[in-house]
């Protein structure tokens, strides 16, 4: 079935630093593919998303690029704030929406 | 503000107990689901109601069980609660039933089982 694998956690960096959070996935055709954020004590917001291959999705600085030929969509950030710290997930569309485990990240001043 | 509204936000319990969680969607959303986040399983898939009925089924126990009113808002019953339930239940809703693409979710219900 349809699957998403991102990579562990946690990751932690310096203000300014760049993020770069991988994920590959395993699907049927090309499904949408999504970044989830979830901030500490909330529920999961939508953070950006890709429709189609070679899409490149972007949102508050983060950008990912629906790449067909790697089943990928890494999600990246040139420079990464305090604010930034959360739990990233990727996702992709399917019957339901099928999550990562999340990535941890932790920015430090 | 997501606009979906979850019920409790903290709810501590023993074993053994049951226990109802309730989630109101966004407006004018058909779709609920409902996931389970623990530390070591990420989020898992626990079942999906569209329109009041049940569309999808994922690794839900056969301890728990849900449905969808005809006002929409959904309720996930836990019973015969073990120390292991205790974890995040997140509901979320969207407009569609198949191939969606977004989902909004709540802020959560936090189930300790003591």
């Known amino acids: 079935g349809d699957s998403v694998t991102q990579m562990e956690g946690p990751v932690t960096l310096s203000e300014e630093a760049f993020l770069t959070i991988n994920c590959t996935y395993t699907?049927?055709?090309?499904?949408?593919l999504f970044w989830y954020v979830q901030y500490p004590g909330e529920g999961l917001q939508l953070l950006l998303k890709?429709?189609?291959?070679?899409d490149k999705g972007s949102n508050k600085g983060f950008e990912a690029t629906y790449r067909k030929e790697t089943t990928s969509f890494h999600l990246e950030k040139g420079s990464v704030q305090v604010s930034d710290s959360a739990v990233y997930f990727c996702?992709?569309?399917?019957?339901?929406?099928?999550f990562g485990k999340g990535t941890r990240l932790s920015v430090i001043a | 503000d997501s606009g979906v509204t979850q019920t409790p936000k903290h709810l501590i319990t023993a074993t053994g107990q049951r226990v109802t969680l309730r989630c109101s969607p966004r407006?004018?959303?058909?779709?609920v689901y409902w996931y389970q986040q623990s530390l070591d399983q990420g989020l898992q898939f626990l079942i999906q109601?569209?329109?009041?009925?049940?569309?999808a089924k994922g690794n839900i126990l056969e301890r728990f069980s849900a449905q969808q009113f005809p006002d929409l808002h959904s309720e996930l019953n836990l019973s015969s609660l073990e120390l292991g339930d205790s974890a995040l239940y997140f509901c979320?809703?969207?407009?569609?039933?198949?191939?969606?693409?977004?989902?909004?979710f709540g802020q959560g219900t936090r189930l300790t089982v003591v």
């Open positions: 890709a429709t189609k291959a070679d």
């Open positions: 979320a809703s969207s407009v569609g039933g198949d191939r969606i693409t977004e989902a909004f």
């Open positions: 407006s004018g959303d058909l779709s």
């Open positions: 109601y569209y329109n009041g009925e049940e569309r």
């Open positions: 996702a992709l569309r399917s019957t339901p929406l099928v």
């Open positions: 699907a049927t055709g090309y499904p949408s």
